[in-house]
């Protein structure tokens, strides 16, 4: 799966290890703190760029196109149908409390409906 990264387009690919290894990370991928994504990212990118960290991974993700990134990092990982979006809610981003923000796969996810 291509995406566009901040510095160049890049091929987003899990190998079954790589999933089996993101395990907990990916069962909980709608709800996972944006502070994982560039983990989730730089195993994704580990295929083209061996030397990917999740030290560069954050510097090449434009935060601009979170919920693009995070729906195409879920279909790479097969958790996502290629129509259903993936993307940060209004509230996890505006978050500064103590609770870490999180990726949602409903606009609707934080607020109880």
Do not use: W
């Not at 799966?1 to 909980?28: A, I, N, P, T, V």
């Not at 502070?35 to 061996?50: I, M, N, Q, S």
């Not at 129509?83 to 990726?103: H, K, M, N, Q």
Request: glycine share 6%; with cysteine.
């Amino acid at each position: 799966m291509k995406f566009q990264f901040l510095d160049k387009e890049r091929e987003l690919k899990y190998s079954f290890g790589d999933l089996r290894r993101l395990g907990e990370k990916l069962k909980r991928f709608e709800r996972m703190p944006l502070a994982e994504l560039p983990h989730v990212v730089a195993t994704a990118l580990k295929r083209e760029d061996p030397n990917m960290t999740p030290a560069k991974a954050a510097e090449i993700i434009d935060t601009e196109r979170l919920d693009d990134l995070c729906a195409a990092l879920a279909r790479a990982a097969g958790v996502s149908k290629p129509e259903e979006t993936v993307r940060p809610t209004p509230e996890s981003l505006e978050s500064a409390g103590p609770s870490p923000a999180t990726i949602s796969g409903s606009p609707n996810a934080n607020s109880g409906n």
